[in-house]
């Protein structure tokens, strides 16, 4: 009897430090994934505030296009794969559209 929970304590632990293994081996990637996903978000948010505040032609928005062009190209460069943050999905194709807010460009004629 004695024999047999010892078999148990070491399978359990064992079994433990495998799923320990895994969590931290697999913690890495998910934080490079949350790092380039918060890039992205903050850098289309940062846009969408130029355009609002500044116009979408200022050099406020221009910049905010660059900074998410290079968030983009950050995230596919490291991860191969960029946040969509409109459609709220990851895409692993490099098919991003530089021009993909033209779209504020009629919002901001609309409040003038």
């Known amino acids: 009897m004695r024999n047999n929970l010892g078999n148990w304590k070491i399978a359990l632990g064992t079994t433990a430090l495998a799923a320990g293994l895994t969590l931290f081996l697999g913690a890495p990637g998910a934080k490079a994934d949350n790092e380039c996903q918060e890039r992205i978000v903050k850098a289309d948010h940062r846009l969408h505030e130029a355009i609002r505040r500044h116009g979408y032609e200022s050099k406020q928005a221009e910049r905010g296009r660059e900074e998410l ?14 946040w969509d943050v409109e459609g709220g999905r990851w895409h692993t194709d ?12 009629d919002h901001d004629r609309d409040h003038r």
């Open 69 to 82: 062009r290079e968030a983009r190209h950050y995230c596919w460069e490291h991860s191969h794969k960029w």
């Open 94 to 105: 490099r098919d991003w559209d530089d021009h993909d807010h033209d779209h504020d460009r």
